[in-house]
């Protein structure tokens, strides 16, 4: 028979011998070449260290695909679609790696156009021979078909892949003769997001490699997932070197199963090549992980996963997979391949890694049983795939531009490749059930332009007939998506706390709700509480907090309130004194009517100390320091007045007493000296004057007045500051003087401790928080006033009182005689 004979023909060329490059191939000579890149193995021994390949992993699936390209020729020879062209192949095992598929591709190419044709001047190119493989079919994994993309594009050979999804190959402008018979991977990731929203999702891990497909794909799965708002417990990319057996890619498994471990994932993505989740899912069998999975169509049907022992350990498993239709034929061609024929691949297959356990079979029957009990493998060799090679070698020799206008229907599947070589093709939805063995089966598909489907009649079945565990759970997702978690990870909490997402995970915790926030209960959200707030000690409630400001009965103010009122009485007392005595010495040496005007400011300075007791307003606020430094100014004024009054009297130097003369006209200089002081306030008042304010603390709301503009007080106090330095200057030249009064020793010790006070008051002031703050100012006020009353004015009234023998004129020129006699100096008696 023909196919036997067809099968031994073909099988003699492609056999487990490497060819003179090395590479493990199969040919058959052709008018016309059809090139093929399979990764019959998907390891090698490469490390960082130079030295030979070799490859490892048999991979019976790629075989199989092989195996469909092979068919499809013969099939179109028999046929002779293309009259007096007979077709060949030129098939190389690429091993999955990048060095080994340019290699081949190179092999492929040899010997015809030149891949640096592109060089040349255009007169030239004419001259160069037609490349004589028209087509390139491969690779599988998207990191080498980029590889291989990038070389066949120098020679206009179309490089149609089966299994490449990356996003980057749809390119044009870098990868202009690649098309595919399958999705890209934008596709693939918007389905897997699709799944987890269709079922409820709230938290998922991602598991990329670090190639082309398995770190876009990764990124792609992230963009839809934060569109979607769920959360990525934690992204890991594999290292290149996972797949190898060495202390580094240990180390890595062992990270990333704590990771797994500790996580609160609802289900875990791994967007990488078979080879890296065949380490994780032994992994997960081992330490009974049972976790929900959603594979990538790189493994989704995988015979070798799917069959380890104790995959159920490693809980359920959904996947997509581009949709597949059954190759007509081809597995009565697979189930005859064994007849008559030594086939040295698959005897090395059946012989380390066989499937039946009946180890007396013939290697037909082993054939037949690798075709009847593989699930769903004869599917999986697309007859997309097929067609497609059908389409395109009935096409002219200018294949790329045919290929890119291709547009066919095959069982009611439309297929086209779109701008970016891609075809219009959907996903279907596979989930596989544990029982005695693992049987994958298509739950629902998703097509790129209608989402996800899954048919009602397969939900009935699986919510009332199921035969396991895992399929009742799954009906029960599906029937009820909104109310079914695996690991959810929400808790109940206390009044008080709030579910946060902690240590950059997706669980949500129980954490205490900060100060001055509040939670009624059930993990509901932190709220602030408001303005005149605080939350409780347990924080499950905000209570108002309470004003702090000084009040009457605080036991500082009644002290400060004692002092102002004491002084209040002894300047209406010392009023009623001098009023009395208004025409004796004493009063006239103090400076005559002036010292009414220097009681007056005092008993205003004291009257100020109630302006600082309870909420203050903002018209309390005005009046407090402003007003304190206008009076307090017209009362060192009246001092200096009465300074330049005593210094002029007893000046006998001319040439000084002229000017001092000059100055000694007390209206002007208390009109002038107080009447800048008055300004710099009215000016402060005006523009920007001192107001109420609420500083907010924990607990309390502390009303006190803010100073508005903080120069304007500076300079208030400094100019205070200034005249009360120029009188104690004057003072204390006066003190040579014969002043029966100490007037000006006096004045001077007054003056020196109104400096004391302020220079005091300014840091305390400053480091001072609280209500009594503003006490420190009532206090520096009175003791500034009471300074001017008792070393000033108290004195006086004594005499007044208790001496009075010495307030009279006589006693005055007696002690003045005296003094200058003392000193050597006549002194004339004038008589009036």
Same mark, same amino acid.
């Given at each position: 028979?023909?196919?036997?004979?067809?099968?031994?023909?073909?099988?003699?060329?492609?056999?487990?011998?490497?060819? /003179?490059?090395?590479?493990?191939?199969?040919?058959?000579?052709?008018?016309?070449? #059809?090139?093929?890149?399979?990764?019959?193995?998907?390891?090698?021994?490469?490390?960082?260290?130079?030295?030979?390949?070799?490859?490892?992993?048999?991979?019976?699936?790629?075989?199989?695909?092989?195996?469909?390209?092979?068919?499809?020729?013969?099939?179109?020879?028999?046929?002779?679609?293309?009259?007096?062209?007979?077709?060949?192949?030129?098939?190389?095992?690429? !091993?999955?790696?990048?060095?080994?598929?340019?290699?081949?591709?190179?092999?492929?190419?040899?010997?015809?156009?030149?891949?640096?044709?592109?060089?040349?001047?255009?007169?030239?190119?004419?001259?160069?021979?037609?490349?004589?493989?028209?087509?390139?079919?491969?690779?599988?994994?998207?990191?080498?078909?980029?590889?291989?993309?990038?070389?066949?594009?120098?020679?206009?050979?179309?490089?149609?892949?089966?299994?490449?999804?990356?996003?980057?190959?749809?390119?044009?402008?870098?990868?202009?003769?690649?098309?595919?018979?399958?999705?890209?991977?934008?596709?693939?990731?918007?389905?897997?997001?699709?799944?987890?929203?269709?079922?409820?999702?709230?938290?998922?891990?991602?598991?990329?490699?670090?190639?082309?497909?398995?770190?876009? +794909?990764?990124?792609?799965?992230?963009?839809?997932?934060?569109?979607?708002?769920?959360?990525?417990?934690?992204?890991?990319?594999?290292?290149?070197?996972?797949?190898?057996?060495?202390?580094?890619?240990?180390?890595?498994?062992?990270?990333?199963?704590?990771?797994?471990?500790?996580?609160?994932?609802?289900?875990?993505?791994?967007?990488?090549?078979?080879?890296?989740?065949?380490?994780?899912?032994?992994?997960? #069998?081992?330490?009974?992980?049972?976790?929900?999975?959603?594979?990538?169509?790189?493994?989704? =049907?995988?015979?070798?996963?799917?069959?380890?022992?104790?995959?159920?350990?490693?809980?359920?498993?959904?996947?997509?997979?581009?949709?597949?239709?059954?190759?007509? +034929?081809?597995?009565?061609?697979?189930?005859?391949?064994?007849?008559?024929?030594?086939?040295?691949?698959?005897?090395?297959?059946?012989?380390?890694?066989?499937?039946?356990?009946?180890?007396?079979?013939?290697?037909?029957?082993?054939?037949?049983? *690798?075709?009847?009990?593989?699930?769903?493998?004869?599917?999986?060799?697309?007859?997309?795939?097929?067609?497609?090679?059908?389409?395109?070698?009935?096409?002219?020799?200018?294949?790329?531009?045919?290929?890119?206008?291709?547009?066919?229907?095959?069982?009611?599947?439309?297929?086209?490749?779109?701008?970016?070589?891609?075809?219009?093709? +959907?996903?279907?939805?596979?989930?596989?059930?544990?029982?005695?063995?693992?049987?994958?089966?298509?739950?629902?598909?998703?097509?790129?332009? +209608? $989402?996800?489907?899954?048919?009602?009649?397969?939900?009935?079945?699986?919510?009332?007939?199921?035969?396991?565990?895992?399929?009742?759970?799954?009906?029960?997702?599906?029937?009820?998506?909104?109310?079914?978690?695996?690991?959810?990870?929400?808790?109940?909490?206390?009044?008080?706390?709030?579910?946060?997402?902690?240590?950059?995970?997706?669980?949500?915790?129980?954490?205490?709700?900060?100060?001055?926030?509040?939670?009624? $209960?059930?993990?509901?959200?932190?709220?602030?509480?408001?303005?005149?707030?605080?939350?409780?000690?347990?924080?499950? /409630?905000?209570?108002?907090?309470?004003?702090?400001?000084?009040?009457?009965?605080?036991?500082?103010?009644?002290?400060?309130?004692?002092?102002?009122?004491?002084?209040?009485?002894?300047?209406?007392?010392?009023?009623?004194?001098?009023?009395?005595?208004?025409?004796?010495?004493?009063?006239?040496?103090?400076?005559?009517?002036?010292?009414?005007?220097?009681?007056?400011?005092?008993?205003? !300075?004291?009257?100020?100390?109630?302006?600082?007791?309870?909420?203050? =307003?903002?018209?309390?606020?005005?009046?407090?320091?402003?007003?304190?430094?206008?009076?307090?100014?017209? !009362?060192?004024?009246?001092?200096?007045?009465?300074?330049?009054?005593?210094?002029?009297?007893?000046?006998?130097?001319?040439?000084?007493?002229?000017?001092?003369?000059?100055?000694?006209?007390?209206?002007?200089?208390?009109?002038?000296?107080?009447?800048?002081?008055?300004?710099?306030?009215?000016?402060?008042?005006?523009?920007?004057?001192?107001?109420?304010?609420?500083?907010?603390?924990?607990? =309390?709301?502390?009303?006190?007045?803010?100073?508005?503009?903080?120069?304007?007080?500076?300079?208030?106090?400094?100019?205070?500051?200034?005249?009360?330095?120029?009188?104690?200057?004057?003072?204390?030249?006066?003190?040579?003087?014969?002043?029966?009064?100490?007037?000006?020793?006096?004045?001077?010790?007054?003056?020196?401790?109104?400096?004391?006070?302020?220079?005091?008051? #300014?840091? *305390?002031?400053?480091?001072?928080?609280?209500?009594?703050?503003?006490?420190?100012?009532?206090?520096?006020?009175?003791?500034?006033?009471?300074?001017?009353?008792?070393?000033?004015?108290?004195?006086? !009234?004594?005499?007044?009182?208790?001496?009075?023998?010495?307030?009279?004129?006589?006693?005055?020129?007696?002690?003045?005689?005296?003094?200058? /006699?003392?000193?050597?100096?006549?002194?004339?008696?004038?008589?009036?």
């Amino acid at each position: 028979m023909f196919l036997p004979w067809f099968f031994v023909s073909i099988m003699s060329v492609f056999h487990s011998c490497s060819g /003179e490059n090395g590479l493990l191939r199969a040919y058959s000579n052709g008018d016309i070449i #059809i090139g093929g890149l399979f990764p019959l193995h998907s390891k090698t021994n490469r490390t960082t260290t130079p030295g030979p390949l070799s490859c490892s992993a048999y991979d019976f699936q790629n075989f199989l695909r092989s195996q469909v390209m092979i068919y499809a020729i013969r099939e179109i020879n028999q046929l002779k679609v293309l009259p007096n062209f007979t077709i060949g192949y030129d098939i190389y095992d690429t !091993c999955g790696d990048v060095s080994l598929a340019i290699r081949a591709t190179l092999e492929l190419l040899r010997n015809q156009s030149d891949p640096q044709c592109c060089l040349l001047p255009a007169k030239d190119q004419s001259a160069l021979p037609e490349p004589k493989v028209k087509v390139v079919i491969g690779e599988r994994y998207s990191e080498v078909s980029i590889a291989v993309a990038r070389i066949v594009a120098l020679s206009s050979v179309a490089q149609i892949s089966y299994a490449s999804t990356s996003e980057q190959l749809s390119k044009k402008l870098k990868f202009p003769t690649f098309l595919r018979t399958i999705s890209s991977d934008e596709h693939q990731t918007k389905a897997i997001a699709e799944l987890v929203r269709q079922f409820n999702w709230k938290s998922v891990a991602i598991v990329g490699s670090d190639d082309e497909y398995g770190k876009y +794909g990764s990124d792609r799965l992230e963009y839809n997932f934060q569109n979607m708002k769920i959360c990525i417990e934690f992204i890991e990319i594999l290292p290149g070197y996972f797949s190898h057996n060495s202390s580094e890619s240990h180390k890595c498994l062992t990270d990333l199963l704590d990771k797994i471990i500790n996580s609160s994932a609802e289900a875990i993505i791994l967007f990488t090549k078979t080879s890296n989740v065949e380490l994780i899912m032994k992994a997960a #069998i081992t330490h009974r992980l049972n976790r929900t999975w959603i594979a990538s169509d790189t493994w989704s =049907t995988s015979s070798g996963i799917s069959a380890m022992q104790g995959i159920k350990l490693a809980g359920q498993v959904f996947g997509f997979i581009s949709k597949r239709n059954e190759v007509p +034929g081809f597995k009565d061609y697979v189930i005859s391949m064994g007849n008559g024929s030594s086939n040295t691949i698959l005897q090395d297959y059946l012989n380390h890694r066989a499937i039946c356990s009946n180890q007396s079979e013939t290697e037909n029957s082993s054939i037949t049983c *690798i075709a009847n009990r593989q699930p769903g493998w004869v599917q999986a060799m697309s007859a997309l795939k097929l067609l497609t090679i059908y389409f395109c070698l009935c096409l002219s020799p200018q294949l790329l531009m045919a290929v890119k206008k291709a547009n066919f229907t095959v069982n009611t599947t439309h297929i086209f490749f779109d701008a970016n070589g891609d075809p219009s093709i +959907g996903y279907d939805i596979v989930y596989w059930s544990m029982n005695n063995s693992t049987d994958i089966k298509t739950i629902g598909e998703y097509w790129p332009n +209608g $989402g996800i489907k899954i048919p009602h009649y397969l939900i009935s079945s699986f919510f009332y007939f199921p035969e396991s565990f895992n399929e009742y759970y799954v009906a029960l997702i599906l029937f009820c998506p909104s109310k079914v978690t695996v690991y959810n990870c929400s808790k109940t909490c206390e009044p008080g706390q709030e579910l946060r997402l902690q240590h950059k995970g997706c669980c949500r915790e129980c954490a205490p709700c900060a100060s001055g926030e509040f939670s009624p $209960g059930n993990g509901t959200k932190c709220e602030r509480c408001g303005e005149g707030q605080y939350s409780s000690p347990k924080k499950n /409630e905000c209570w108002n907090k309470s004003d702090e400001f000084l009040g009457w009965t605080d036991p500082f103010i009644i002290f400060l309130c004692v002092l102002g009122v004491s002084g209040i009485i002894i300047s209406i007392v010392f009023a009623i004194l001098f009023l009395i005595y208004h025409s004796t010495p004493i009063v006239k040496a103090v400076g005559g009517y002036l010292c009414f005007l220097e009681l007056f400011s005092l008993l205003a !300075c004291f009257c100020l100390t109630f302006s600082f007791v309870g909420i203050p =307003t903002n018209l309390s606020c005005m009046v407090g320091l402003p007003l304190f430094g206008m009076v307090f100014s017209l !009362c060192i004024s009246c001092i200096l007045a009465n300074l330049l009054q005593i210094l002029v009297g007893f000046s006998f130097d001319l040439r000084i007493g002229s000017w001092m003369k000059k100055l000694n006209q007390p209206v002007a200089v208390v009109t002038i000296v107080s009447g800048i002081q008055l300004i710099l306030c009215v000016l402060w008042l005006y523009y920007c004057p001192p107001f109420l304010h609420k500083q907010m603390f924990e607990k =309390t709301i502390l009303y006190q007045c803010n100073k508005g503009c903080t120069g304007y007080f500076i300079a208030m106090l400094t100019y205070n500051a200034f005249l009360a330095l120029i009188c104690f200057l004057f003072a204390f030249k006066g003190k040579q003087l014969p002043d029966l009064y100490k007037n000006a020793s006096l004045i001077t010790t007054s003056m020196l401790l109104f400096l004391i006070v302020w220079i005091l008051f #300014i840091p *305390i002031y400053i480091n001072l928080i609280g209500k009594y703050k503003i006490a420190i100012e009532s206090a520096a006020i009175l003791i500034s006033s009471y300074s001017i009353l008792g070393f000033h004015l108290a004195p006086k !009234c004594y005499i007044m009182v208790f001496r009075k023998e010495i307030n009279n004129e006589n006693a005055i020129t007696e002690y003045i005689r005296k003094h200058y /006699e003392q000193r050597g100096m006549a002194v004339i008696a004038i008589c009036n």
